[in-house]
T-cell receptor, first 108, second 115 residues
Framework: RKEVEQDPGPFNVPEGATVAFNCTYS??????FFWYRQDCRKEPKLLMS???SGNEDGRFTAQLNRASQYISLLIRDSKLSDSATYLC?????????FGKGNQVVVIP | GAGVSQTPSNKVTEKGKYVELRCDPI?????LYWYRQSLGQGPEFLIY????????DSGLPNDRFFAVRPEGSVSTLKIQRTERGDSAVYLC?????????????FGPGTRLTVL
């Protein structure tokens, strides 16, 4: 079993809609979590950090549930420019462990 | 300011050849990481350096892979006797330190193709 699991999708989202993904992790020693955005053939760029219960930045909200070992990402009022792959990662043992990513396609 | 840079951006080689991939981290970042990303997968950890020493190389797939960071800045990932299965994007990331809140900044990657 991989350390971080994500449903790769793709997720087709109407413009203006709200979309949410869950990411589960198996390493209970993971200390912090990060959502990265990755555009096609580009490097991952940090979207949000989650150290305690959650974090919010504009249209994006991340929640951490340590008891159930999952992290969620919510995107409100989706824009066409939100189309990308969203990588969930957990930091532990001095490295990041990534999921496969959630591929999001926002449709006009 | 300047981000993480990696060279070359693309490398095509033949099976059995030796390749070197270079990473220039953000100035002042003491932690440097190498990851490998295959198509449809997330990045997978290879090795990380704290300063000049390899603090954890447990992600290197086998002894054909080796990495150095002799002066605590630039790092080189070396792959001997390349195989077709080594084809992937090799990503380098740097961080101010290894504390859990330190964001890792990724370079653009080197796309390695082994024919």
């Amino acid at each position: 079993r991989k350390e971080v699991e994500q449903d790769p999708g793709p997720f087709n989202v109407p413009e203006g809609a709200t979309v949410a993904f869950n990411c589960t992790y198996s390493n209970s020693a993971s200390q912090s979590f990060f959502w990265y955005r990755q555009d096609c053939r580009k490097e991952p760029k940090l979207l949000m950090s989650v150290y305690s219960s959650g974090n919010e930045d504009g249209r994006f909200t991340a929640q951490l549930n340590r008891a159930s070992q999952y992290i969620s990402l919510l995107i409100r009022d989706s824009k066409l420019s939100d189309s990308a792959t969203y990588l969930c990662s957990g930091y532990g043992n001095n490295r990041l462990a990534f999921g496969k990513g959630n591929q999001v396609v926002v449709i006009p | 300011g300047a981000g993480v840079s990696q060279t070359p951006s693309n490398k095509v080689t033949e099976k059995g050849k030796y390749v070197e991939l270079r990473c220039d981290p953000i100035s002042g970042h003491t932690a440097l990481y190498w990851y490998r990303q295959s198509l449809g997968q997330g990045p997978e950890f290879l090795i990380y350096f704290q300063g000049t020493g390899a603090a954890d190389d447990s992600g290197l797939p086998n002894d054909r892979f080796f990495a150095v960071r002799p002066e605590g800045s630039v790092s080189t990932l070396k792959i001997q006797r390349t195989e077709r299965g080594d084809s992937a994007v090799y990503l380098c990331a740097s961080s101010p330190g290894v504390a859990r809140y330190n964001e890792q900044f990724f370079g653009p990657g080197t796309r390695l193709t082994v024919l």
